[in-house]
């Protein structure tokens, strides 16, 4: 049975090592399910450092530019993975008659709840670090002490939900579908800046 319980302890695995070893020296895992929690934590981890980066003083309007469009590049990733993972939860529960369309529908699928998990596990590691940051004003570490625990009250309750969530779907109970982020702005085809500056390219040609 795919487990679902351990997703915060390998996000937290993962945050750490990606932090002290290069990212290329990494191996993804082999097994599928896994690796599509890997992978889409793996965006999360990489648009948050290109996130910042996009906050660096004196940095260019070239280099604003190219960071903006790696963001969307990775956002875009993050997104088909979550729904990568309901498609693979949801062929699993397909073997068992699963779900139940008269059960309860819940109102998240895991995808955006593991997709939530990723987000609060960066954000713990990087509190944690900025608690101990040498040099830090005065009141620093004690306000990023109650962030964490905030944090960390909030994580507990979403893995737990998680958690149970799978299991009530499990025993035809509850149910979960796949929502479609059908995100329109990396898609040239629905974005008027992208379409509308095509035409008047072909117009000028």
């Given at each position: 049975?795919?487990?679902?319980?351990?997703?915060?302890?390998l996000?937290?695995e993962?945050?750490?090592?990606?932090?002290?070893?290069?990212?290329?020296?990494?191996?993804?895992?082999?097994?599928?399910?896994?690796?599509?929690?890997?992978r889409?934590?793996?965006?999360?981890?990489?648009?948050?450092?290109?996130?910042?980066?996009?906050?660096?003083?004196?940095?260019?309007?070239?280099?604003?530019?190219?960071?903006?469009?790696?963001?969307?590049?990775?956002?875009?990733?993050?997104?088909?993975?979550?729904?990568?993972?309901?498609?693979?939860?949801?062929?699993?529960?397909?073997q068992?008659?699963?779900?139940?369309?008269?059960?309860?529908?819940?109102?998240?699928?895991?995808?955006?709840?593991?997709d939530?998990?990723?987000?609060?596990?960066?954000k713990?590691?990087?509190?944690?670090?900025?608690?101990?940051?040498?040099?830090?004003?005065?009141?620093?570490?004690e306000?990023?002490?109650?962030?964490?625990?905030?944090?960390t009250?909030?994580?507990s309750?979403?893995?737990?939900?998680?958690?149970?969530?799978?299991?009530?779907?499990?025993?035809?109970?509850r149910?979960?579908?796949?929502?479609?982020?059908?995100?329109?702005?990396?898609?040239?085809?629905?974005?008027?800046?992208?379409?509308?500056?095509?035409?008047?390219?072909?117009?000028?040609?």
């Amino acid at each position: 049975m795919l487990n679902l319980a351990n997703i915060p302890d390998l996000h937290d695995e993962l945050t750490l090592r990606w932090h002290v070893e290069a990212l290329e020296a990494w191996r993804p895992p082999s097994d599928q399910w896994i690796m599509l929690v890997v992978r889409q934590h793996l965006a999360n981890f990489e648009l948050w450092h290109t996130e910042d980066a996009a906050r660096t003083p004196g940095a260019t309007d070239a280099d604003l530019a190219r960071v903006k469009r790696r963001i969307d590049e990775t956002n875009q990733r993050r997104n088909d993975l979550s729904e990568q993972i309901d498609i693979h939860l949801l062929e699993y529960l397909a073997q068992q008659g699963l779900p139940d369309p008269a059960t309860t529908l819940n109102s998240e699928s895991p995808g955006l709840m593991i997709d939530r998990l990723s987000i609060l596990a960066l954000k713990i590691f990087h509190t944690r670090e900025e608690m101990e940051r040498p040099g830090a004003p005065e009141g620093h570490a004690e306000r990023n002490r109650e962030r964490l625990s905030i944090l960390t009250e909030q994580r507990s309750d979403l893995a737990i939900c998680l958690a149970r969530l799978w299991e009530e779907t499990l025993a035809g109970t509850r149910r979960f579908k796949l929502y479609r982020q059908l995100k329109m702005y990396n898609d040239p085809a629905l974005n008027p800046a992208v379409y509308r500056s095509a035409a008047g390219d072909e117009r000028r040609d």
